[in-house]
């Protein structure tokens, strides 16, 4: 890598990183990309030759976040000694672990609600790949299991993988929607909803264990 490609890597770290202190502390309406260049210590024409606006430099924030949880996936050691139950919920759950996400509700909220009102933009076709990413990880462990006997034969594991994601991705959409649901109530969904859709899946002698 040329020292040009490592300059252009660092500035966009510097005014991502940059953005995100801003963004959490004064909420995303309330910061001028002015501000985001100034604290990035680049010019604010650096800023704009880099990301178009505040917008892009967010979507861009969110789809790296869950392609950071891609590594956490991608990283989970796998311990057959556990319940199905337990390795499915601790599986799903560690891509919605407060410990893991860098960016806060309402920025999720906001990230979201501008995905969905541009469907075409890159940043939103990139957080969609993440998302797809994420579900195959969760069908690439039920494929697993099932390989190991801990589930079914007769599960279809890329339906049931998809729809544990899915599950779990609706449920933190929702609450990035709510002002009242609080993060313990999303992950005690999270995790109960889970367990009752691996309770259809495994065998009777799992069941029992």
Same mark, same amino acid.
């Given at each position: 890598? %040329?020292? =040009? ?46 990301? +178009? %606006?505040?917008?892009?430099?967010? !979507? ?10 891609? $590594? ?10 556990? +319940? &199905? ?13 407060? #410990?893991? !996400? !860098?960016?806060?509700? %309402? ?20 957080? =969609? ?7 195959? #990880? ?10 190991? %006997?801990?589930?079914? #034969? $007769? &599960?279809?594991? $890329? ?10 991705? !609706?449920?933190?959409? $929702? ?8 993060? #313990?109530? &999303? ?23």
């Amino acid at each position: 890598m %040329g020292l =040009r490609e490592e300059q252009k890597i660092e500035r966009t770290q510097r005014i991502l990183d940059a953005a995100a202190e801003l963004f959490g502390r004064d909420g995303f309406d309330h910061v001028k990309a002015e501000k985001i260049a100034e604290e990035a210590r680049v010019s604010v024409g650096t800023l704009y030759n880099y990301f +178009p %606006g505040k917008t892009e430099i967010l !979507m861009t924030l969110i789809a790296a976040e869950n392609e950071r949880l891609e $590594d956490i996936g991608r990283a989970y050691v796998l311990d057959v000694t556990k +319940p &199905v139950a337990d390795i499915l919920s601790e599986f799903v759950q560690q891509y919605f672990d407060l #410990q893991n !996400m !860098m960016l806060n509700k %309402g920025l999720w909220r906001k990230g979201f609600a501008i995905s969905f009102a541009d469907v075409t933009s890159k940043e939103a076709r990139r957080l =969609r790949v993440s998302d797809r990413a994420l579900g195959e #990880q969760v069908i690439d462990l039920a494929n697993v299991l099932q390989s190991m %006997g801990l589930l079914r #034969q $007769d &599960v279809d594991c $890329d339906v049931f993988g998809a729809t544990l994601f899915n599950n779990a991705n !609706m449920l933190f959409l $929702d609450f990035t929607r709510s002002e009242n649901t609080s993060y #313990q109530e &999303v992950t005690h969904g999270i995790d109960t909803m889970t367990r009752a859709l691996v309770c259809l899946a495994i065998p009777p002698k799992e069941a029992n264990r």
